[in-house]
């Protein structure tokens, strides 16, 4: 109770930034809240499923330079029309690279996802027609000034929020969690596991797709270095500070891990070591994340 | 392509893979026997090429830099695994990567702190310091002979100490069933801290045999780590002969990638390394 | 040591805390932003065009037309994921006057989008992209470092005269390297010169092998590649170690020796390049800037701290005729656009694209040092193609 109710704190504090039109909170807590999309798509994965993917910051970079293809050569912006077709290419691109990968298990798996991840970003890294290293611009972004994009991505994130609860509530939820703690069991009690695991995917990447669509809709512009594995492996870092299995836990991680770059950077030279450190201290000390707090004041 | 230099391009990839395999070694030994994906591996040949070019510099001699740097970097292995990795084997996966790309940011500011940002050159000893012609028209230093030379050597050496010692039988035995070694009355605990200082020493190893054919830069580890990832897992994960194909097949597709399809040269790695798991799931040796 | 913006940041703030002091505070510090690499591959640039902007501000008595400076650095760590958000900080979260840095070329280009909708008056300190001054020129960009043409099209010109007619290109495939060799081929071809191949080196994978042994085979009169920092000092050597140094001679932009002499040794010896600068460049102008700088740091300058230490002298001349006031930013623009400096690297002033008119030298690695054998291209000026400012 005491944990929904601080939610809706949250995210009432979350809208209330809106109406103040400072130019940059409503950038810096724009950027935040993708943040916290993509870290609970990916927490469906890897907290509910038991699939720890390094693909997931591909969705994410299909979806972005989609809009910027939309944008640039057919003119196309409006969020009715570059939405779902954004939503759909990373949907089928979930489709074709978790069917492939998930005919491999653990290890395995997640080295499939990075090979996956590593092949998209060098095929838009090397390609100038794809922009090249440098990247490329939205030339029409979807959503007018910064307010706008604002208030749309904080709707997203409440919209996400209720659909993985709904999700993850119903009896497809369920299966999910009852494979990551034992599919043999699951699928001796007559589960189709595969597919289950593979709608699972499909519905991660596409939400990642979201965030990536945000996110380029907010700043107009893509660069390769948004997919790769050091993109995936920030989000699986921010699922895991936050706590994994929860859906709260990643909306956590994400604000931490926001502020602590904005603020540590100021704070000293070696900053990264201090998120090296935090990153350890939180394995080793809090394995249930910061949720793993609250949790053990509820 | 003519049989001459297809003949050389082979000599070009089984060289990159040897250098390969020996990062690799390590890593697949790490992760088959105490199941931890160590993503700091990276760091510790980053660490062994800045104590090559450090320990070299000061003292003029390469060999000096190993023999010091070697026991060095053990202890370093053994006291992280003491302070970090020991309280995580009951761990998933997860945890694992997480913290040990935790410790790959602490040594990057290590190495920062210590050595600063610059490029630095490290020379091959005096000795080796001749070149061999290839071909017509291109030579291969000595030095780089010796390092794919010094690389059969420990595969072999690996070999040996795997099939033939009491450590390796324990190292063979806890790769299959952990607990059945500890069943056995072998205190697990010290093999382990006993596998990963060496699994460190290899890797650092391998950075100090490099230095002089890679130069020392900030960041050298991260490149080489996701490919003996790669090499590892096409491998067969905690097969030290599966890692050997593994590498070689890694070095001789980058090689031909880049001559054959430059366009997609740098995708062709880790297209190889789907392909193979697509077709066996677990490596080349599962 | 490594250098601390911290304790230079505190440094300042006492010595302005004094002067406020004596004279009382007439005018608001100046807000310069940095956006520049402080950890990462690239943090050595970062820290020698920090300093060097430093450094010319001290040479000012720490102040541009009378205003205090107040520097505010952020560590962009080169990575243009996080670019739009760390420009953000600088311009609507610290409100900086004027926007300095960055040293990546994807980082400028997330920051162009920023900037020509912001207006925020911004000095590109070294990345090369030709956007930044071409099809992306904005009244309020300036750039005091090069172009990417600029470091390697005068390069052809000295090729062809040293009757290399049959050359071999070798590059990072990335947008610096990609860049560098259009322009080149560009002249090469022009003066009559053929490309036999062009060989795309994955970046920033310094793996050379196969490649060389294709250059073995092929046999071409030269080769010129476009390399940079840890993969040139590895390639130069590779090159020298396969044999091909004294066989086919090496020609590159200057990136491929810059700051990384010490770490080829003697694989560099007769390498020659192309730059707007060289260490050893005889004027009074750059004997001063480098014993200034080796004694307030304790390390060598190098071209990038020439950009940053011309950046803060361009500026205050600038500024200057303007009274100091960043906020009448279209005479400010008027009066960059009619600075001229003696740099270090020569007479130096800003083209209509607002790209840097500067010669371009011819350097020849000699005994272990960079030797300027000549000017390949004098007031070399960039053809911002694209650039709606030019007519």
Redesign the interface.
Known sequence: MIRRALLVVLALALLAVGFTG???WL??MG?AMIGCIFAMSLDLLVGYTGLVSLAHAAFFGISAYLLAGLSNHYGLVSPVATLPICLAGAAFAAVVIGWLSLRATGVYFIMVTLAFTQMLY?LF??A?GLG????L?VNERPFSGRTTAYFAIWSALVIVYAVLLRVLHAPFGHALVGIRVNEQRMRSLGFPTPRYKLVAFVIAGTLAGLAGYLDAAL???V????FGWR?SGLVLMTVLLGGKGTLHGPILGALLLTFV??YG?QF??H??ALIGALVIAVVLFLPRGLAGLVHARD | M?FS?FG??VL??V??GLLLFLVASGLTLVFGVLGVLNFAHGSFYMLGAYLAFWISAGTGSLLAAVLIGIPVMASLGFLVERLAIARLYKRDHLSQVLLTYGLVLLF?ELQ??LF??????V?APRLLAF?I?L?S?????AY?VFTAAACIAVAALMRQVILKTRFGMRVRAGASNAEMVEALGIDVRKLFSALFSAGTALAALAGMLAAP????????GE?VLVLSFVVVVIGGIGSIKGAFFGAMLVGLS???G??LL??L??AMVYAVMAAVLLVRPRGLAG | M?F???TFLGATAASVAATTRVFGATKAKLRIGLLLP????Y??LG?NITDAMKLAAGERGGKLAGREIEWIA??DES???????NV??LI??EKVDILTGPVH??VA??MM?IVRQEKTLTIVTNAG?Q?VTGQLCAPNVFRTSFSNWQTSYPCADVMLKDGRKKVVLMFW????G?ESMAAFKEGFTKGGGTVIKE?????????F??????I??L?PDAVFVFFA??GA??FV??YA????RD?VPLYGSGFLTE??L????PAAEGIKTTLHYADSLDNAQNRKFRDAFKTATGREADVYAVAGYDTVHALAAALEKVQGDASAQKELIAALEGVRIDSPRGPFRFSKAHNPVQNVYVRQVKGGKEAVLGVALKNAEDPAFGCAMVK
């Open positions: 400072d130019r940059f950038q810096f950027k060098y890294n090397d100038p090249g290293s440098d990247g611009y700043y107009g512009f660069n390769p270095a948004e993109q770059e904005h950077e000293t030279v900053w990264n | 003519s230099l050389l391009q070009n990839g060289e990159q990057n920062r702190a600063g940002n610059d490029v630095h050159g020379d070149r012609p071909g028209a291109q030579e291969w230093p780089r054919l890679t130069t020392v830069y900030p960041g050298m490149n980058d090689t031909f880049k001559v430059p366009g040269a740098s | 490594p601390s913006r911290r402080y950890s990462g591959t943090a050595a820290n952020v560590d990575d243009p994921a996080k670019a739009p958000a953000n900080k609507a979260g070329s994807g280009m997330a989008q992209a956007a495939n990335y947008s610096f990609q060989i795309a080196v994955p970046f920033p994978q310094t793996e092998q196969a490649n060389l042994s294709e073995a085979s046999k920092g840890a000092a590895k050597r590779d170690d396969a044999g091909l066989k700051g990384v010490g770490a080829q040794g």
